[in-house]
T-cell receptor, first 120, second 109 residues
Framework: GAVVSQHPSRVICKSGTSVKIECRSLDFQATTMFWYRQFPKQSLMLMATSNEGSKATYEQGVEKDKFLINHASLTLSTLTVTSAHPEDSSFYIC????????????????FGPGTRLTVL | GQNIDQPTEMTATEGAIVQINCTYQTSGFNGLFWYQQHAGEAPTFLSYNVLDGLEEKGRFSSFLSRSKGYSYLLLKELQMKDSASYLCAVQTGANNLFFGTGTRLTVIP
């Protein structure tokens, strides 16, 4: 089955620093990856769509200069939270789009394990 | 806009059957997904429906009626480990995935 990894799983940083989160599809190539954010007891909210080799598409209200996304290869997308502040503390989850090559249903998103970001 | 509704919370007894409903109104439809999410973890894929009808996978089944904008997830022979949030998500014409707020299921002995 399709496996997506995320690193780090948990990060604590000081206000004003930048944090990079990696998302990797381990056994399939993902031309499209998605970044979500989830606050406690709320649903996943899509932040941006990351397309390999092109600029990411951001959802309304998400600052592209604050949340930098790079999708340099078919198996890796990174999200960098620049100048993080306490209000950026959240659970960040990536997903990778699998078009069925891994044997699962056609066009399914598989999620990474998530990254818990705490900004002090 | 996109609107996906699910009950907020449900409680069921170990060994029983529970049905979690989801209604949706979206601009475009390319399929409906159910995910399970345990507290503090990422969602895991459970089922996918794109045509009307019932999809069965072990103890889990999912039903879709596109004309009614309605789906349900059926869990049989409930186990304590099934206590989790269940997320209904619709893939729209833009191929993005929009999530409902999730249904928090508590399984009691």
């Amino acid at each position: 089955g399709a496996v997506v990894s995320q690193h780090p799983s948990r990060v604590i940083c000081k206000s004003g620093t930048s944090v990079k989160i990696e998302c990797r599809s381990l056994d399939f190539q993902a031309t499209t990856m998605f970044w979500y954010r989830q606050f406690p007891k709320q649903s996943l909210m899509l932040m941006a769509t990351s397309n390999e080799g092109s600029k990411a598409t951001y959802e309304q209200g998400v600052e592209k200069d604050k949340f930098l996304i790079n999708h340099a290869s078919l198996t890796l997308s990174t999200l960098t939270v620049t100048s993080a502040h306490p209000e950026d503390s959240s659970f960040y989850i990536c997903s990778a789009r699998d078009f069925g090559a891994s044997g699962g249903p056609k066009d399914t998103q598989y999620f990474g394990p998530g990254t818990r970001l705490t900004v002090l | 806009g996109q609107n996906i509704d699910q009950p907020t919370e449900m409680t069921a007894t170990e060994g029983a059957i529970v049905q979690i409903n989801c209604t949706y109104q979206t601009s475009g439809f390319n399929g409906l997904f159910w995910y399970q999410q345990h507290a503090g973890e990422a969602p895991t894929f459970l089922s996918y429906n794109v045509l009307d009808g019932l999809e069965e996978k072990g103890r889990f089944s999912s039903f879709l009626s596109r004309s009614k904008g309605y789906s349900y997830l059926l869990l049989k022979e409930l186990q304590m480990k099934d206590s989790a949030s269940y997320l209904c998500a619709v893939q729209t014409g833009a191929n993005n995935l929009f999530f409902g707020t999730g249904t928090r299921l508590t399984v009691i002995p």
